[in-house]
């Protein structure tokens, strides 16, 4: 208990030290007007209140990884708890921010758009592309993941309790479906800016429920001092490096995050807000997921590891739930998993279309051509989740493309973050802030491609020779990032020159 408790307490300091210096170097100014007060359109530019804005993006941002993500990665071992407290500090919560801030400097650009202005035209093009991909798959996975929730008990009702579980799954397929196109076309406040806060609430409520079972059942959370092994039950093909930092994900840092930034970011009416709404809810984002990594942890090689017996993923929710909450927390807890898939779902693919009418200059405020952009991304939503449901293995291979996808961008992100910082400080050096962040992730995505087990070259090199590429990739990057900065230093010395 006692790693758990300072975790906690580093997350809180790295939100009232940390964020403070990120806000002091990218020069958050208070009295400039944001693109919410410019130029409110009633459907993207909306001015919401703080309070909601947050919990908006803390529900955006969650989805099931904090949960999930975090469960899947207790699996390696304490360094889980490690890499959500640093990782959440010194790169996701600083990658959000930055980002966010960025969106707001820039009119509310979405994230492709940002990567083009730091990274170059070439980049902008494939990055609208990938990105709405990516997109796209978090769609699918997370229609799939509370259908099949909702699918199983304690939700299906005894009215239902002879019916095909197939049939159940489609019904509550096509009613997550329609409501994300609702949620897609609708102005931000007719349906995200009202329920989200309902869920974000219910979503913590869970987290703290938790802790309050640590306590009353006395759970006895391993600590990191007792070995930082790896404890995955196929550890030889999971080595921790890289796979627990493709596979906790957005409770430490992930792309997803950064696509999600620039809904907020027109609705602000101060630039004072972008620190506690995009790196505050990455930190809360982080409590979360070192929450549900202590619980999780505690089954698979902790005091009570007898009561597992196989469980994956949402099974090992249902399992940590019923194991210390009577039938109703039990219930809601569940319930709070699905709410938090749904409400990432949605705003996935509402990015997905903000992200296509930006660059297609289309006019988003008529409803018809909203429409317009929204369909065909969910028609190829809808193809690839009939195939995730249709074949066996269907699921799981998006979800590993999903997770690999979302990290890459993740890594593009701080490759782009860093550049504006090269900018905005000249020969000051606090560009380091985000390269260090920019060059770990490289050669964690990099090595997920070289060493992972079915995936890309992983089956087919030595596992030595794969990390010795993924360094070699890494470091020419490091070395193409310094040679283009000594060539492109021009003396910007602010984000309004850069422009």
Not at 280 to 288: N, Q
């Amino acid at each position: 208990m006692v790693t758990f408790i300072v975790s906690i307490v580093l997350l809180v300091l790295g939100y009232w030290l940390y964020s403070k210096l990120i806000e002091r170097v990218i020069g958050v100014n208070p009295n400039r007007i944001t693109p919410a007060v410019a130029h409110p359109d009633g459907v993207d530019y909306v001015p919401m209140k703080p309070w909601r804005i947050f919990l908006i993006q803390f529900l955006n941002i969650a989805g099931v990884g904090p949960i999930i993500g975090a469960v899947m990665g207790a699996q390696f071992g304490t360094a889980s708890f490690l890499w959500i407290v640093f990782g959440c500090i010194l790169a996701g919560a600083v990658h959000d921010f930055i980002a966010g801030f960025i969106s707001i400097r820039e009119d509310g650009a979405s994230l492709p758009e940002i990567h083009g202005k730091y990274l170059g035209n070439g980049m902008k093009q494939f990055m609208r592309g990938f990105t709405v991909v990516l997109m796209i798959l978090v769609g699918v996975v997370f229609v799939n993941t509370p259908a099949k929730l909702l699918t199983g008990d304690p939700f299906v009702p005894g009215f239902l309790a002879g019916v095909d579980s197939q049939v159940v799954l489609y019904g509550w397929i096509v009613i997550i479906f329609v409501y994300y196109l609702m949620a897609t076309l609708l102005p931000i406040d007719k349906v995200i800016g009202k329920i989200y806060p309902v869920f974000g609430i219910l979503l913590l409520a869970m987290a703290v429920a938790i802790v309050v079972a640590f306590v009353v059942h006395g759970v006895d959370i391993p600590e990191v001092w007792e070995g930082l092994s790896n404890h995955h039950p196929q550890a030889e093909t999971n080595p921790i490096f890289p796979m627990m930092f493709i596979s906790i994900a957005c409770g430490a840092i992930s792309g997803f995050h950064a696509t999600q930034s620039p809904l907020m970011a027109r609705c602000m009416i101060n630039e004072k807000q972008a620190r506690p709404i995009f790196y505050g809810a990455m930190i809360a984002e982080g409590v979360v997921a070192l929450i549900w990594a202590a619980a999780a942890a505690y089954f698979f090689y902790g005091g009570d590891a007898s009561l597992y017996h196989g469980e994956k993923d949402a099974g090992m929710v249902k399992l940590i739930a019923s194991t210390w909450f009577p039938t109703a927390i039990t219930f809601v807890t569940l319930l709070g998993v699905v709410s938090a898939a749904v409400t990432s779902g949605d705003t996935a693919l509402r990015s997905a279309r903000l992200i296509v009418a930006d660059f297609m200059h289309i006019d988003q405020k008529p409803i018809g051509k909203r429409l317009l952009v929204a369909l065909p991304v969910f028609a190829i939503t809808a193809g690839l989740l009939v195939f995730s449901i249709a074949d066996n293995d269907g699921f799981q291979v998006i979800w590993r493309y999903f997770s690999w996808a979302n990290q890459v961008l993740a890594m593009v992100t701080l490759w782009a973050v860093t550049v504006f910082l090269s900018k905005l400080h000249p020969g000051k050096g606090w560009y380091w802030l985000t390269l260090v962040p920019a060059l770990f992730m490289t050669m964690v995505t990099s090595s997920f491609l070289m060493v992972a087990p079915g995936v890309g070259l992983g089956e087919v090199l030595p596992r030595t020779l794969g990390y010795c590429l993924a360094a070699a990739f890494t470091l020419a990057l490091g070395v193409l990032f310094f040679v283009r900065k000594g060539k492109k230093d021009n003396g910007i010395e602010t984000i309004e020159d850069a422009k």
